[in-house]
């Protein structure tokens, strides 16, 4: 099963539920905003499959386009180890850099 990210300008990202939900749990560990990491753990807990950026205020927005757009090399630190890591990271994360 897939789990979607909306972003502007009708962009989107389109990865594994294990991705994505990393991806929750990544960003809500690396955000200043107390508040922000708050609802990116409910998003999480909540089992959602989506997130849709325009859901969150211009502010909020741009700091997860920030998030979303770091991760891939983090990404590739990460799962370094792992034997498909570097396909992991190519194939779902890199195409997050296409996100507005």
Excluded at 53 to 67: G, K
Excluded at 72 to 88: N, Q, S, W
């Amino acid at each position: 099963m897939s789990a979607t990210i909306y972003g502007l300008n009708g962009t989107s990202w389109n990865g594994s539920k294990g991705v994505f939900f990393w991806l929750l749990q990544s960003m809500a560990a690396r955000t200043s905003s107390p508040s922000l990491a708050a609802r990116l753990r409910e998003l999480d807990s909540a089992n959602l499959h989506w997130l849709d950026l325009e859901d969150f205020s211009r502010a909020e927005h741009d700091e997860l386009i920030h998030l979303l757009h770091e991760t891939p090399p983090i990404a590739r630190r990460e799962f370094a180890h792992r034997p498909d890591g570097k396909t992991y990271v190519e194939d779902q994360l890199d195409a997050l850099l296409l996100l507005e």
